[in-house]
Each structure stands twice: as C-alpha cells, then as structure tokens.
C-alpha cells in the first residue's frame, strides 16, 4: 500500500500499487502535455519575433535602397520557410516523443505491474513457508518436550530403583562416556583416569593431565556429586569445596572441578560454569553438560601459554643444571678438602716421626758414639795393660811372676 497526502486539506489517502501507478501515470502525462504545449508556444512565438524583426528590418531596408528590397525580401521568404519546416520539424519531434514517451510509460508500467506480481507471489511464498517453519518449529518443539518429560520420569524412574552409592557412580559413568566419545578426536595423548591413589587418606573421582614435548601444561582433579530426589538430607556445593581443594594440592593439579546435580533449582550453579576460585584458588562447579566445555576451555587456555611453560621449563632445567653442578663441585671441593686435610694429617704424623725416628737416631748415634769412645779408650788401655801396672799394689802377686819368669 502506498500512502498520499492531499495538498489542499493535508488528509493522508491509502491507495494499492495499480491504483499509485495509474495516479502517477496520469500525473505524468499531464506535465507531459504542459511541456509539449508550452515548448510549442515558444517555439511560435520565436517565428513571430523573427518574422516580425524580419519585417521591420525589411520595411527599413525598403526605405534605404529599393534594389536591395527585393533581394532581402527573398532572404526573408527563404527564412520564413527555413523557419517553417522547422516548426513542421519541431511537430514532427513533438509527436515522436509523445509516442516515445506514451511507449515508454506504457512499458515501464507494464514492468512495474510484473514486478508487483513477482513481489506478490514471493511474499506469499515467504508466508507460506513461515507458516511451515513455524508448524515445523512448533512440531520439533512438542517432541523434544515429550522427550525432555519421559527422560525426566525415566531418571526419576532409575534413580528411585538405585541407591545412593549407585547414583554418585552413574553420574561418574556418564562423565567417563562422555570424555571416552571425543578421546580420539579431541584429546589423543591426554591422561583421564580415575583417582586410586588413597596414599594421602582421600581421592578425588577423576584426573586429567596432557602434556607436549614432555611438559605437562593442564592438570584437573574432578569430583563428580550426586544425590537421590528422596534423601532427607540435601547436601550444598559448598560442602565439598575443602576436601576438592585438599585432593587437588596432594595430587599436584593446576586446577580442581566439581561436576555436579546438587542444588538444583540454584540460579547461581543453573547458568553455566561458575567460578568459586574466591572460596578456593582455581575452582570452578559445573553441571554435567558443561563437563566437556570446562575442559576444552581450560585445556585450550593453558595450551596458549604452553611456550611460555616450556621457556620456563628449560630456565628451570638450565637453573638446576647450574645448582647440580654447583653440587658437584662443592662435593668435589668438599671431598678434596677432606683429602687434603687427611693428608696433611699423615704427611704432617710422617714428618713428626720422621723428626722423632732422627731425635732418635741422633740418640743412638749418640750412644754409638759414646761407646766407641769407651771402646777405644778401653782399647788403650788393654793396649796399656801391663804385669807390672797389674801388680803395682799386689806385690805377693808380682813376687809370684817374678819367680815365673826365669822358667819361661
């Protein structure tokens, strides 16, 4: 529909696409025809001024040389019929560019008219196919809420036939499939493992760690929490956040998760991953369709930074190859100090006994000495020795050699 508004009264009129087309075909032809018909009075006025500049300069021609009259009056005659079939001219083009313009028009209102019809029918397809989409989407709609309330009555169904221990282990399953679906895909050379190390007295559920060229870059310790519609006791999010927290750090992951049903009608938990690393460095609580995403999203978050943790890693390495090797040396230093000292030790006791076996042996050069001093005194005075020193005061003695001595 297209709108007009009346220059008179102002009033505003509605009118459909042929009723605007024949209005504005009508207002075209008539400007069409005031244009021709003011280019035509124009155009006889102009051969009236020139007919009548013609006269008087004729009439003025007349007066100055009448031999001159006749060939001026010729020139005139042959500008009055130049000017004539012009003007016969200018209807001819007159009546050519009305039947141009009257085709024009009559073709392009013919175009206009297929284009409305074309318009038409697309929009009514459009409809039409609106309409199909919608029946479609309304369809679709019907089912999944059918399918959404009989799986709803089959868990409720599943979890009033398990106990409570079961319903923790089916919510643990579900994860564990979920994760073993895209393993292959999206994580080839990850590690997912349930946590049976109780060396430090409590496990988490699950433990996921990648690394690459030998650095590991992402760390999850999982905890997986359920509970059955009917017990009496509800159990919060919070009440787990400790010991997860606990299980974390003992196990040495970067991050911990807390994949859980409880609380189900909370608005907090209800809108998707949730950040608590408030309450505890690097914790998040999700439920069990955001399993998948919390991982790729951590997991894709740490492989960004993963040159920056290998960087580090070979500072690392190349620090405690410098502590090593400091190590070694202060062992070795240490270990040759220790040597060293011991064997200063014996040289120093060598040198001692050597100084104590000299002090020694000057002693017993000493005595040596001494007693070859007293040998060879005593050798002098055996040499010395004589009868007659030894009877010097035994004189019986002296008197008995003396009578000895004729008979030898």
Do not use: W
């Not at 005659?77 to 016969?88: G, N, Q």
């Amino acid at each position: 529909m297209q709108e007009i508004r009346c220059p008179h009264c102002g009033k505003i009129f509605q009118v459909d696409e042929s009723g605007y087309a024949q209005i504005l075909q009508q207002v075209r032809d008539r400007e069409f025809e005031k244009e021709l018909d003011r280019r035509q009075a124009e155009l006889a006025l102009k051969s009236e001024n020139e007919l009548r500049i013609a006269r008087m300069e004729q009439e003025s021609a007349h007066k100055n040389d009448l031999s001159e009259k006749d060939r001026e009056i010729a020139e005139k005659d042959r500008e009055i019929e130049r000017l004539s079939a012009a003007l016969s001219n200018a209807d001819t083009e007159k009546e050519l560019a009305v039947s141009r313009a009257v085709q024009g028009k009559d073709r392009e209102l013919s175009e206009k008219k297929a284009e409305i019809t074309r318009l038409h029918g697309e929009l009514e397809l459009q409809e039409k196919e609106s309409r199909l989409k919608e029946n479609q989407l309304a369809e679709r709609h019907k089912g999944e809420l059918k399918l959404r309330d009989d799986e709803i009555e089959r868990l409720k169904d599943f979890k009033a036939r398990q106990s409570t221990k079961m319903v923790g282990e089916s919510l643990e399953q579900h994860c564990l499939t979920q994760f073993n679906q895209i393993r292959m895909t999206a994580f080839p050379h990850a590690y997912f493992e349930k946590d049976n190390d109780t060396q430090t007295g409590s496990k988490g559920d699950f433990i996921f760690r990648e690394s690459a060229d030998g650095t590991e870059f992402i760390s999850i310790m999982f905890e997986m929490k359920n509970e059955m519609d009917t017990t009496a006791t509800k159990h919060k999010n919070e009440d787990f956040f400790r010991e997860l927290d606990k299980d974390r750090r003992e196990k040495s992951c970067e991050y911990a998760v807390l994949v859980s049903l409880l609380e189900a009608d909370s608005e907090l938990y209800n809108t998707g991953i949730v950040d608590v690393s408030y309450r505890y460095e690097k914790m998040y609580v999700v439920r069990p369709q955001f399993f998948i995403p919390i991982i790729t999203l951590l997991r894709n978050a740490a492989l960004n930074s993963l040159q920056y943790q290998q960087e580090l890693q070979i500072v690392r390495n190349q620090q405690l190859d410098i502590r090593h090797f400091e190590e070694n040396m202060n062992t070795f230093k240490d270990g040759f100090a220790k040597n060293y000292e011991l064997a200063s030790r014996k040289f120093n006791d060598a040198i001692a006994e050597i100084d104590k076996s000299i002090r020694q042996l000057e002693k017993v050069k000493e005595t040596l000495t001494s007693s070859e001093r007293n040998l060879r005194l005593a050798n002098d005075k055996a040499q010395d020795l004589s009868i007659k020193k030894l009877t010097k005061n035994a004189p019986s003695v002296r008197a008995m050699f003396d009578e000895l001595a004729p008979d030898t």
